[in-house]
Each structure stands twice: as C-alpha cells, then as structure tokens.
C-alpha cells in the first residue's frame, strides 16, 4: 500500500510540472494584454507600455518561466495582477465556497442519481424505469446555465425563496452562505445526476444477474437483502469511479455555474483571470485544480479496496 | 425493496425540504436585515485596483467617485463647478495663471485635514500617471502651495480644457494625501476626501463604502455631480455581477437595489413593476469604427471616405441595440443638447451610398487588399454593428476580413498598427471634446494631420466658451472630411433601481449621494 502510494505521488509530481509547462505556455500563447486590460481602452500604447514595463511582463518568456518555476519550487504562486493580493489567497477565500458547491452538488447528483439508478434497474422495463430513463436522457442534455436561469426566475424571482446571486452580506454565518448555494448546487447537480443514474442502473442490471444474486435468491434472502447486501455494493464499483469524475467535472461546471450566480468561487476567478489575462492567477488556479484532478482519481482507486476486498495494492 | 428505497427516499426527501426551508429562513432575516441599512449597487464586473488616477474605466470611476473628490465637478449643464476648490478659480489675463482657493475644513478619511501641500503633490502625480494628466502636463511650467488653502498653477500656453480635465472623475486629478503620492504604483489603499469611506474590498464578492462622519460638503443646491453632497444611506455595497440577466432578476427579486447596464432587450421585464424603476441614461455614449490612419490600406484618405460613404449607420444601430428608444441616428459627436452639438459640420454621415463609395474605391486604386476589421463579441451590440458593416463594405467592392477577437486580445492587437485596419470601440459621454480618444494623436487610430493640429491646437488655447464651440465645429467639420473614424450614432443605457431609491441622478456615471432608501 505504501509503496502504492509512493508510486503514486511521483506520478503526482510530474504530471504536476508537464501542467505547469503547459499552463505557462498556453496563458502567454493566446494573446492579450493584462496591463490594455487593466488600463481601459482610452489608454495609449505608450501608457500600456509603461505599465508592462512596471509589472515584468517586458521581460523575455524564458526569463519569466524560470522565475515562474522558482516560484512554484518554493510553492508560491505568485501575486495576482489585478487583485492586490498573492494567488494563495485569493484560491483561498474562493475554496470554501466552491468546495461546499462542488459537495452539495455532488451529494445532490448522487443522492437523486444511485437510489433512482437502482430502482430503474430493479423495476426494469416499468413505468418507473421508462420515466427515470426520459428523466435522465432529458437531465444529461439540459445545460446547467439554462437550469440556473430557470431555477432563479422560478424559485429566486417570482417566489423569492432563495437569492438570485451572490454569497451573502457582510458578516453572513455558514447557514445564510448555504441558503445562497442551494440554487446553484441544484443546477449544477441535477444535469450530472442523470450520468450516475445511467452508470446506476446499468451496474445493477448486469450483477442482477449474476449467479450468486440467484443463489442469494435461491436461498430465501429477501428481495431488499438482496439488492443492499449482494447487487448494490457490487455494483458500486463502476459507479464509483463515474461519482469520481463527476466531482472533477462538478469543478469544471462550476466555473459556468458561479458566473450564472455572481458567486464568488474559483470558478469566477478563472473566468475573470481569462479575461483579464491575469497570468499568475491562471497559471496557479489550473495548477492547483489540476492537482485536485489527480488526487480525486487517487481517492477512487483507494475507495475501490474499501468496497471490494478482493482489489490489494 | 421498493418499499424500503421508498422510505429512503421519502425520508431523504423531506429532511431535504426542511433543511432547504431552514436556509429560506435564515436567509430572508439576513437579507432583510442587510436592506434597512445599505444599498446594494450591481455592476458589470470586477474593477480591479481602485485608483481613478490611473485607471480610466468608468466602472473603477463610478465607485471610486464616492470615496475621492477633484477640486472642480459638472453640474448637470456639464459646466465646471468647484468641488474641493473654494469658488471657481482666478484666470490671469494671459490665461496662462490659474489662482485656486481651497476649501477649509476638508478632512481625509484618516482624519488629517486638507492643505495645499496635499493638493500639489495629487496634482503632480496625476501629471505623471494619469492617461488625462500627461495630456496636460506639457501646458504645465509649474504648480505650487500658496499658503495652506491656495495654489497656482502656471501654464506656458494658455488651455483651455485644463478646469474640465481637473473635474473628470476617471483618470481623475483625485486628491489624495501627501504621503500616498510618492509611489508610482496603483493605490492599495484608498483615503480621500469624498462622502464614502473605503471599508472592505473582497474581490469578485463586494466593496464596501461607509458614510464618512467628517465629511465637509460644498454647499449650494444639488445640480448634477455639482451642489451639496449628503451621504444619507450607511453603506454603499457595490457587487459585480457580471451576468446581465442575473442583475435583472436581482432587482426584480429586490435583493438589488440599483443594477447598471442591463440588456435593451430586457425593457418589458422592468416595465409595469412597482418595485423596480427603468431608467433610460441619455446621453451615455457612442459606438466608434476607428480607422488605422497611420498603415495599411485605409492610410489613404480616400479609401477612409470611400468606407464612410458606404456604411449605413442606421441599419447598424437598429442590428446592434434593437428598441429605437434605445438609440439616436446622430452625426454630431455630441447629441443634441449638449454645448458642442453642430448638424451643419456633418457632412458625410449615414450615406450607404455604393456607387459613391465605388467611384472613390477607383479614385483611391483600390487592389482588393483585405479590410481586416476587429471587433469582440464581448460587447454583443458591436459584433452586431461590425456585421452590418462588413455587409456595407462587401456590397460596395470592399474585401473585408472581420476579425471576431476577444476584447482583451482586441485592446493588445490595436497597439500594433501593421496588425489591423479598423477595429470597433465605443466611447461614453465626455463633457469636454478633449477628452475624446480619437483626438488623441497617440491613441489607436492615430489621427495625426497638420489641418488637425493647427485646428486642434487652436481649439484647445482658445478659453472664450463661445468661440471654443466655434473651434470645435471646425474640428468636427475636419472628422468627416477626413475621416478617422466612424461615429456610428448615439446609444443610451439602461439601469433599474428599486422603487424604495429615491432622489436619484440620472447620469453616466451613477452616484448615489443625496439618495434615500425609502
């Protein structure tokens, strides 16, 4: 197991630095000017000059990429060009509300998506399994910008159950901050629940009809036993690793989800460093969700051996 | 089995709608709590470093106005007005020496009082790093403290739009305390002399602004940015919500109390809402076609007159804003009702006119040399223009590359001038024709002719206002002869705010002083 886990994190530490490279490359490729950004468009080329003279960005690629790899090797990502502040913290005040987006999301996909994907798959052919089956297929093409709109209109707008955007007033405590993230989390995770129902209901069906789920039968356990204690953890395996990527991909919707909400999350500050080219905070944020990429999909193989004993490192 | 993932899934379902209805709750308080004391204020987006000297963006000038003044203001006929400046300021007979009394009583957020020694040294660095300030700063020989309330400043030729440059409120002569002013760097922290103070900046989430308790107000009758200033409301709390249906639902939900710049097409979900005023911002600005007058093809006058003959600026404006009440067919730089309007010196405006634009394509011997136009669809209504423009050019001969950019890259690439022939902008209502980019010698575009200079230069020494507008019909005469750019016509934008808002000022850039929150 350890050694796994060596192993593991050497991987870790390469794939690491081939996404730093990338990263620098592809943020300076593309063109655009932080310092014409930040500047506004009355100003000269002269004054845009001057300002990139100020921030280093005059200065040769190769010479910025080798201070960009010291930085990285001392772990600092270095200061945010708009934001006043080092990209370190700004990830960090953003972290807590997209991880708490990215949970409830997650649990929301999961919570409708298992428990509708098993009751397909044990109800097959059915009404219920026909109309889990259109509810999904319609949920996996709905986007989840198109959700977020509907839903504020609906439940934000004419009933004003919940805000339409934002993360809450000055001073707001953990439960207010949740109440502005129940929206969101509902778009975000309602489209991503259709996928687990699929993965679901399909894992079902084929150890449904396994020999040892009829044996079980045959044996007299009872049809709930059967389906807890001898499909289902059998068939979490593949549905496993799909939570686990839907929770990569619930990251990547966040970034549509929280500019759709005026959230305040890392989502945001990728959309706004893009547009800004705000080199340092690309570069850094698609570091370090790269990074959670690549610790997630360790996370999964190591929930493998905990649901099924027979899978050692 | 059923019967048990039933029960899950009922039990599942209603500690969800208990918990969901738990947060509904606790929400609603802190919302309506957040309203008795503060107004929310909905922006485009994040504004970066707050300082109004560097930065011209209007959104960093619509916030920053509260919490920083100039020595002069507009009042709402865009006539200069004193502002940190005691009276309008003494002009010698030469109009090369300006006498200013300051104010007394003029305290900073941090409590210390206002000198002239404060002033100068703001005035210097506005010189130094102000895009508006170095345009002034070659008319300056000197500035300089005349005891503690007054200051000269001394010009080596007379100019003209030097009180209007001091008013502006981006890339503002701002005035800040001595030891702020010695960096070259953009401000981080934020003390001035304005009715708000600067109480917490958490990006892409909020900025706050409190009411400054010292705050010293000019006194006379509120008239535009002009007159007494009462900070009535506690808190100013300016969030970017960079959606703009997000910031429609926002104030129709009433978490939102003012929402800027929202889509024309959204009108008819404001309207008959007694919870939500529209308002229409006349004038706010207009849509630009800037030619490179400096390389390429469109260097040739004549190639410029041939794209101006062609265009139609009416179809243009109905593609990219929709609602007539949300545009004006208008060739004047400056709309109707303002000081600087003229119709007689527009002479070439809206023609879509083919067959003119194809005799001067001859005249010009034009070889079919691609028309590489930039325009972003960051700014829908002028991917939308830049559409109908390409139509007009090809209909008349032109070979048009339209070049759909990012607005980022745009504003990088426009620097280069062998990168691109005409690229689309827009500009807001500035109340002093210097103050236009495209006059700018310096600017993208780069109109930069003798008859222009001597115009120009004229305009800019002569300080008699009548014979200013005189000038000033001279040099818009000279923009459509010559051709820099298109002014494609006025548009006009649309904000909404709460119904409980009252004593609000329709303006460019919103304020939010002598504003009470019913």
């Known amino acids: ?52 003279a100020q921030l280093g960005l005059d200065q040769p690629l190769p010479v910025q990429f080798l201070l960009y ?37 997650a649990g929301i996909a999961v919570l409708i998506g298992v428990p509708v994907g098993v009751i397909s798959a044990v109800k097959r052919g059915s009404v219920i399994d026909q109309a889990a089956t259109a509810v999904s297929m319609l949920g996996a093409s709905l986007p989840s910008f198109w959700v977020g709109l509907t839903l504020i209109e609906y439940l934000a707008v004419r009933h004003a159950w919940f805000p339409v955007a934002g993360w809450g007033d000055p001073g707001d405590g953990l439960l207010a901050h949740l109440h502005h993230l129940v929206l969101p989390a509902v778009a975000l995770g309602l489209p991503n629940s259709a996928l687990i129902i699929r993965f679901t209901r399909t894992s079902m069906l084929d150890v449904l009809q396994d020999d040892y789920v009829r044996t079980a039968r045959a044996k007299g356990v009872r049809p709930l036993g059967v389906v807890v204690h001898h499909a289902f953890r059998n068939a979490m395996i593949p549905v496993l690793t799909v939570i686990g990527l839907t929770v990569a991909t619930l990251i990547g919707g966040a970034i549509v989800t929280e500019t759709v909400f005026g959230l305040p999350g890392v989502g945001n500050l990728i959309v706004s460093a893009v547009l800004r080219r705000d080199y340092p905070v690309i570069q850094g944020t698609l570091l370090v969700i790269s990074g959670i990429y690549v610790l997630i999909n360790l996370a999964v193989d190591l929930l493998y051996a905990a649901v099924d004993p027979r899978v050692r490192f | 089995m059923v019967e048990f993932a039933g029960r899950i899934s009922r039990r599942g379902f209603g500690a969800g709608l208990a918990g969901m209805a738990a947060l509904t709750a606790a929400g609603g308080v802190r919302r309506a709590q957040a309203a008795d004391n503060a107004i929310v204020i909905a922006t485009i987006g994040e504004p970066g470093p707050l300082d109004p000297t560097i930065v011209t963006s209007d959104l960093v000038s619509i916030i920053t106005q509260h919490i920083f003044e100039t020595l002069y203001t507009f009042d709402g006929g865009w006539q200069v007005r004193p502002l940190l400046a005691d009276g309008m300021p003494q002009i010698s007979a030469d109009s090369k020496l300006y006498t200013i009394k300051l104010r007394s009583g003029v305290h900073f957020h941090d409590g210390s009082a206002m000198t002239a020694d404060d002033v100068v040294a703001s005035l210097q660095r506005w010189l130094n790093l102000s895009p508006r300030g170095k345009q002034v700063a070659p008319y300056v020989e000197q500035i300089g403290a005349d005891g503690a309330l007054g200051l000269t400043i001394q010009l080596k030729s007379p100019y003209a739009p030097l009180l209007a440059l001091l008013s502006m409120s981006n890339g503002a002569a701002a005035i800040i305390p001595k030891a702020m002013t010695q960096s070259t760097a953009a401000l981080t922290t934020y003390v001035g002399t304005g009715p708000y103070r600067f109480a917490e900046y958490k990006p892409d989430q909020y900025i706050r602004l409190t009411r400054f308790d010292g705050y010293s107000s000019p006194v006379g009758q509120p008239d535009g940015y002009a007159g007494e200033r009462r900070a009535l409301i506690e808190e100013l709390r300016f969030v970017p919500v960079p959606n703009p249906s997000t910031r429609v639902d926002g104030i129709l939900s009433g978490e939102y109390q003012f929402a800027d710049s929202l889509p024309a097409e959204m009108l008819p979900r404001l309207r008959g809402k007694p919870t939500v005023s529209p308002i229409t911002v006349k004038p706010f600005g207009f849509p630009l076609m800037i030619f490179n007058s ?175 507008v005189e000038d000033w019909k001279k040099l818009q005469g000279l923009f459509f002869q010559q051709a820099p750019a298109i002014k494609v016509g006025e548009f006009y934008n649309l904000a909404a705010r709460s119904a409980r808002v009252t004593g609000y000022t329709t303006t460019p850039w919103p304020f939010f002083w002598n504003v009470r929150l019913g």
């Open chain 1, 1 to 52: 197991m350890l050694r796994y886990l060596a192993r593991r994190a050497g991987g870790l530490v390469v794939v690491m630095l081939l996404v730093a490279v990338i990263v620098f490359i592809i943020a300076r490729v593309v063109p655009g000017d932080p310092a014409a950004v930040m500047l506004g468009s009355s100003a000269t080329p002269a004054d845009v000059a001057a300002l990139r």
């Open chain 1, 69 to 105: 790899l010291r930085q990285i090797a001392s772990f600092d990502l270095g200061n945010s060009l708009f934001l006043n502040r080092p990209v370190l913290q700004a990830l960090g005040e953003r972290a807590q509300l997209t991880t708490l987006l990215t949970l409830m999301s």
């Open chain 2, 294 to 468: 400096k390389a390429g093809p469109l260097a040739n006058p004549v190639l410029r007159q041939a794209a101006q003959a062609a265009l139609s600026c009416g179809d243009m404006l109905a593609a990219a804003f929709g609602d007539p009440s949300f545009f004006e067919v208008e060739g004047s730089i400056y709309a109707k009702g303002t000081p600087f309007y003229d119709e007689a010196s527009v002479t070439a405006y809206n023609l879509n006119d083919a067959g003119r634009a194809g005799t001067l394509l001859k005249q010009a011997g034009y070889a079919k040399q691609p028309i590489r136009i930039m325009t972003s669809q960051q700014y829908d209504f002028l991917y939308k223009m830049s559409l109908v423009a390409q139509q007009n050019l090809q209909d008349a001969g032109f070979e048009v590359d339209l070049q759909v950019l990012d607005w980022a890259t745009l504003l990088q690439r426009r620097g280069d001038e062998k990168a691109w022939d005409a690229f689309f902008t827009y500009h807001t209502f500035v109340p002093e024709p210097s103050l236009i980019t495209i006059l700018n010698p310096a600017y993208p575009g780069w109109w930069d002719t003798a008859e222009k200079h001597a115009v120009m230069d004229a305009f800019n020494g002569e300080t008699n206002p009548a014979r200013r």
